[in-house]
């Protein structure tokens, strides 16, 4: 099974709300990432998770806050976002230590529109 | 640092035609190399991958990419299209240490009847 899974499927939030988006997986993976997709892009790295330490932070406003409460779950904090920030958040995650061939899996995504 | 170039941001073919999409990257050291399809609506899946052994890989929908070292290369080819193949490829990269994923810019397949 390399299934992770993403709840909600879409968001609407205004820019003075407070939301969190959230990402499950059961592999075994001790590492877990969070992308930002926009349209017709590729995905950008937002944020690594090894070990349930962040290792990663690739110069992320501080409106995103993530958190990894366990070694299955890893979530997204999202405050007074800016209508720039609505595009397709993925979660992937992978395995650790395999001499550099972990294999990302990535769930389906969140999409997010800020008003 | 590593760079992924994929030189077609689009391609489209007719159906049952066969269909090459293109990817070269540059690294300074080895590499693992991953092709990703993300159909419209979704995430990224996983297409198939090149860690080590057989240079040539296939996946279970008749895709098939051929890692060249010497042309640092991994195109990815399907000898008969269907119009479900329609989506955009992404062709990614990963240093043999550490844990990052290079992306390139993505290729959209549009297979037309």
């Known amino acids: 099974d390399t299934e992770v899974t993403q709840t909600p499927k879409h968001l609407v939030m205004g820019m003075t709300n407070k939301k969190s988006l959230k990402c499950e997986q059961h592999m075994g993976h001790r590492a877990m990432y969070w992308y930002k997709q926009k349209a017709k892009k590729p995905p950008e790295l937002m944020f690594v998770?090894?070990?349930?330490?962040?290792?990663i932070n690739e110069s992320v406003p501080s409106r995103f806050s993530p958190e990894c409460p366990n070694s299955s779950l890893l979530n997204l904090h999202l405050h007074a976002l800016q209508p720039e920030d609505s595009a397709l958040y993925l979660c992937?995650?992978?395995?650790?230590?395999?001499?550099?061939?972990?294999?990302?899996?990535f769930g389906p995504g969140t999409r997010l529109l800020v008003l | 640092a590593q760079s992924v170039t994929q030189l077609d941001s689009q391609v489209p073919v007719f159906e049952e035609a066969p269909v090459e999409l293109r990817c070269n990257y540059s690294?300074?050291?080895?590499?693992?190399l991953f092709w990703y399809v993300q159909y419209p609506n979704q995430g990224l899946q996983l297409l198939l991958k090149y860690l080590s052994g057989s240079t040539l890989v296939k996946s279970i929908n008749g895709f098939e990419a051929e890692f060249n070292k010497s042309q640092t290369s991994f195109h990815l080819r399907k000898p008969s299209v269907h119009i479900s193949d329609t989506a955009e490829y992404f062709c990614?990269?990963?240093?043999?240490?550490?844990?990052?994923?290079?992306f390139g810019g993505g290729t959209r397949l549009m297979v037309k009847p």
């Open positions: 690294s300074s050291v080895s590499v693992y």
């Open positions: 990614a990269v990963k240093e043999n240490a550490g844990n990052m994923l290079t």
């Open positions: 998770y090894s070990y349930e330490k962040l290792s």
């Open positions: 992937a995650s992978s395995q650790v230590g395999r001499g550099g061939q972990e294999t990302q899996y």
